[in-house]
């Protein structure tokens, strides 16, 4: 027969379940409203999400409550003590999602005209994958089922592909047209949103894994080598300097490049690598801040003069490395020099490319 001490516990830690369930039910009925604001344009809609948001906020304060009344009441010790820990962060993660539908909310009231289809078919795709995982995440942690963190956590990478083509989505449109400069922002920005939303999920996963094994589970790719290349626009120098590192065939590296003001790729570019083997005409120009997991970069590398200025002081346990150097697209005079231009900047990352990642290897690339 149970103890008093023992029920006492199990009425505190039920509690905690049931107001983490509804506050993660709250946050995924707040995406699903505010995608059905976006696909249906019902300001009304987008309006309630955004006025609704309190109530996460609310609730979010009741659970660190309720969490801090545990450890005074319980003193508990051990995989208890870890239990709390983890409620508390799991908690926190959960009202970042409140956050981010109220934060698509805004950006639906901010577009003024009917979307093409292909986005809000993307955008709902994303949806489809993000919201379940918070669910799923949930559930994993409350049960302490293992093998649903880990299932969770495998969806995430998919999210991250599907912005990758929005976003070049987005860049097509805008070429074509199809869509005004003054909607790429607010659609970017949504397209983050859910992007986050699975992080969230997949740090709750986490904690799930945590709370069962006491160890943390890796991100995917933790265990590889960042490299992330920064132009002014991401447009040609860091595009090519990207496609170089892919080119390398390092298993163990990740190689990424961003703008501080993201453009369209440069059609000479495209056609410049693409008589070198690379094709750049898919890529999809991005700023700083859409780079998945920037805090797990070693390297920043900036290719033009302008980039130090998004990085000011090197962050913490991240080298920032200056390869200035001129932007062929913007050379002037006959064809052949313009190549000529180009070939010096090819030759110039290529060879830079090839040291770092040598240097980092410690050896010779075959």
């Avoid at 496609?243 to 990740?254: M, R, Y």
């Avoid at 790729?265 to 083997?277: P, Y």
């Amino acid at each position: 027969m149970p103890t008093h001490f023992e029920e006492s516990i199990e009425r505190d830690l039920g509690r905690l379940r049931s107001e983490l369930l509804e506050m993660a039910g709250l946050a995924a009925r707040a995406l699903r409203t505010s995608v059905r604001a976006l696909v249906e344009g019902n300001r009304q809609l987008a309006y309630a999400v955004i006025l609704r948001d309190r109530y996460i906020d609310e609730k979010e304060k009741k659970i660190d409550r309720l969490c801090l009344e545990f450890l005074v009441r319980q003193q508990p010790a051990g995989g208890l003590l870890r239990l709390a820990y983890s409620t508390i962060k799991v908690n926190l993660e959960v009202e970042r999602v409140g956050d981010y539908a109220e934060s698509v909310a805004r950006h639906v009231l901010r577009l003024n005209q009917t979307l093409p289809e292909a986005v809000t078919q993307r955008i709902v795709e994303m949806a489809d994958l993000a919201i379940p995982m918070v669910h799923d995440s949930i559930n994993a942690f409350i049960r302490q089922d293992i093998d649903l963190a880990r299932r969770t956590i495998e969806v995430e990478p998919a999210v991250d592909a599907l912005q990758s083509k929005l976003n070049s989505d987005l860049i097509e449109l805008l070429r074509s047209h199809t869509i005004p400069p003054e909607m790429m922002d607010p659609l970017l920005t949504i397209g983050r949103r859910f992007e986050r939303v699975a992080d969230q999920a997949r740090n709750v996963c986490m904690e799930a894994l945590y709370l069962t094994t006491g160890e943390y589970a890796k991100h995917p790719g933790s265990d590889a080598f960042r490299i992330l290349f920064v132009g002014e626009h991401n447009a040609c120098r860091s595009q090519m300097a990207e496609a170089i590192g892919d080119s390398l065939g390092q298993p163990n590296f990740i190689f990424s490049s961003a703008g501080l003001d993201p453009a369209p790729i440069d059609a000479a570019t495209v056609r410049f690598m693409q008589e070198k083997g690379f094709d750049l005409s898919r890529m999809a120009p991005k700023a700083i801040h859409q780079v998945p997991d920037l805090d797990q970069y070693q390297v920043v590398v900036g290719v033009a003069r302008q980039s130090r200025r998004a990085f000011p002081q090197s962050p913490r346990k991240m080298v920032y490395v200056d390869w200035s150097i001129d932007d062929p697209s913007r050379a002037q005079g006959p064809p052949e020099e313009i190549r000529a231009s180009y070939e010096n900047t090819f030759q110039f990352l290529a060879s830079h490319v090839r040291d770092l990642v040598e240097a980092v290897l410690g050896s010779k690339i075959d």
